[in-house]
C-alpha cells in the first residue's frame, strides 16, 4: 500500500489552462492556413492537440464573449449586454465549479473589461487586473506584463496543487501599439509613406468613413500587417508562457485550451456594415475565432486532429469540466470531447450570436439588442438578420462567406431566430462605475 501512496504523491499536480486571445481572427494563424502568420507556437499547439475549424462567437464584445465560455450561456442567458454590464449573481460558473472540486483558481487579465468589478471573476482565488487606472490612461496591459504575474502569482501559491488557470492577452484588439518597433518594421512594407503608423492615431482614421472611402491598397495592406503584427507579438509571448510553466514542472499533466472571444472586420467583408473593428456585425469575419486544445499526462488528448463540425464558444466550459474529471454541463454547453475521439456526432447545436452596437440604437423597452443584427448558424449555413436596415442574407460556413439561395433553410433558421429572440430577457440599465466608463471610452466602446 505504501508504493502506491508514495507514486500518487510524485504525480505532477494537473494545470488547465485558458488562454484568450482577444480579436483574434481564425483565419489570421498559420495552422487555419494563413502563409507567414508569424504564429509558431500556437501551430505547434494545434499540431500537438485538436483543432477545431469553425468555432463561433456568441458574441462580438469582450465581456460578452467571456461570459459565454465561462457560463456555457448565449447573452440571451446570461443578460450581458455588452462591456460594462456585470455579470449578475446566480450564475453558474466555470472557477466556481473548479473552486468547488478543490482546485486552485488564478486569473491575470490584460484589459479593462475584464477587471472584477464586473463579477466574472467569480470562483478565482486570484483575479489580477493590475488595478488599472483609467483616468491615468492605464486600460490595458501588455501580454510580457500579463505573463509576468502569471509567473509571480504561481511562485506565491507555493506547492503545486490542481489548479485552473485563466490568461487573458488584449493586444490583438485595437490599438496595435504593443509589438516591438522590429517586428513592426519586419512584417510592414518600409516604403509604406501613407499616415497609418503604429500609434492610437490608426484607430481613429480606421473609424473615419471619409478616410476609409480614399485608402489605397497600400493602406490597407498596412492596416493587416499592423493587426498581424501584434497577432505574431502576443504568440511570441503565449509562447514564453508555455515555455515559463515548463520551466516550473507544470505541462507534464496539463490541459492547454486557446480561444479568442471573437475576430475583427478588417475592410475585407463586403456585408460588414463596419469596415474596421467590432461590435455591429456578426458575419464569419467576426464569429469564426481559433479554438485549440492540447492535453498531456492524465489530460492526454489525441494529437494532428482537426475538427471540421461547428462548435461554439459556450461549449468550452462542459467540455473542459469533463475532460477534467469534474462532469455535469455547463450552461446548455456540449462535450466535445466524441468530436475528437471519434465517435458519431449526434445533433449540431444551433449557433446564436447578436451584435451590440450602434448603442445608440439600443432598445430602451425591450432586450437593448433586438434591433441589431443577429445570426444563427446551423453547421452548414449563417443566417444573417439586420432589423436596422431590414436586410436579411443566407451564408455557408466557408471562407468567402458564400452566398447561399436556399428559400427553405432561410425560413427554417429565420424561425428559430425569432424564438430566440422572443426568449431574450427584459432591457437592463448600465451599471458601471465612472472609472469603468471612462475605461471604455479610451477602448473605443463608448463614445
Known amino acids: 500500500m505504501l508504493i502506491p501512496l508514495l507514486l500518487a504523491c510524485q504525480r505532477p499536480a494537473p494545470l488547465v489552462v485558458l488562454v484568450s486571445f482577444d480579436t483574434t481572427r481564425a483565419d489570421r494563424l498559420g495552422a487555419y492556413g494563413l502563409e507567414n502568420a508569424g504564429t509558431p507556437n500556437l501551430d505547434r499547439l494545434a499540431e500537438e492537440g485538436v483543432l477545431f475549424e469553425w468555432a463561433l462567437s456568441q458574441s462580438p464584445t469582450t465581456l460578452a464573449s467571456h461570459t459565454s465560455v465561462f457560463s456555457g450561456l448565449d447573452a440571451h442567458k446570461h443578460s450581458v449586454v455588452r462591456n460594462g454590464y456585470p455579470l449578475a449573481d446566480g450564475l453558474d460558473l466555470i472557477g466556481e465549479r473548479f473552486q468547488a472540486a478543490g482546485w486552485d483558481t488564478l486569473g491575470v487579465i490584460g484589459a479593462s473589461p475584464l477587471q472584477d468589478s464586473m463579477n466574472i471573476h467569480q470562483g478565482f482565488r486570484v483575479w489580477e487586473d493590475h488595478e488599472l487606472k483609467p483616468y491615468l490612461g492605464q486600460v490595458e496591459v501588455g501580454a510580457d506584463e500579463v505573463n509576468a504575474k502569471v509567473f509571480e502569482i504561481l511562485e506565491q501559491a507555493g506547492r503545486p496543487k490542481p489548479t485552473l488557470l485563466f490568461v487573458h492577452y488584449y493586444d490583438p484588439h485595437s490599438p496595435w501599439t504593443s509589438a516591438p518597433v522590429p517586428m513592426v518594421q519586419a512584417r510592414t512594407d518600409s516604403a509604406y509613406s501613407g499616415e497609418l503608423g503604429q500609434d492610437e492615431r490608426a484607430v481613429r482614421l480606421l473609424s473615419d468613413p471619409h478616410y476609409i472611402a480614399q485608402m489605397t491598397e497600400s493602406d490597407k495592406a498596412q492596416a493587416w500587417d499592423l493587426y498581424q503584427a501584434e497577432i505574431e507579438w502576443t504568440d511570441q509571448q503565449f509562447g514564453e508562457l508555455l515555455a515559463g510553466l515548463e520551466r516550473r514542472g507544470r505541462l507534464e499533466d496539463s490541459l492547454v485550451v486557446v480561444f479568442s472571444d471573437h475576430g475583427e472586420s478588417m475592410n475585407d467583408n463586403p456585408w460588414s456594415t463596419l469596415p474596421y473593428g467590432h461590435g455591429p456585425d456578426v458575419d464569419l469575419d467576426v464569429l469564426r475565432v481559433p479554438l485549440l486544445f492540447r492535453g498531456e499526462g492524465s489530460l492526454a488528448l489525441p494529437a494532428k486532429v482537426r475538427v471540421e463540425r461547428q462548435v461554439r464558444l459556450q461549449d468550452i466550459g462542459t ?29 449540431i447545436p444551433l449557433a446564436f450570436a447578436e451584435a451590440t452596437k450602434p448603442i445608440p440604437l439600443e432598445s430602451k423597452k425591450r432586450w437593448n439588442n433586438l434591433p441589431f443584427e443577429r445570426s444563427v448558424a446551423n453547421g452548414e449555413r449563417l443566417l444573417v438578420v439586420s432589423p436596422l436596415t431590414r436586410t436579411l442574407s ?54
Open 394 to 447: 443566407l451564408h455557408g460556413l466557408d471562407a468567402a462567406q458564400t452566398s447561399i439561395d436556399e428559400a427553405d433553410t432561410r425560413a427554417a433558421l429565420l424561425k428559430e431566430l425569432e424564438a430566440w429572440d422572443r426568449a431574450a430577457p427584459p432591457y437592463r440599465d448600465p451599471e458601471m462605475t465612472g472609472e469603468m466608463e471612462e475605461a471604455l471610452k479610451r477602448l473605443g466602446y463608448l463614445e
Open 319 to 347: 467540455t473542459v469540466l469533463g475532460h477534467a474529471g469534474l462532469g455535469g454541463p455547463l450552461g446548455d454547453g456540449e462535450d466535445l470531447a466524441p468530436l475528437w475521439s471519434g465517435a458519431p456526432g449526434g445533433r
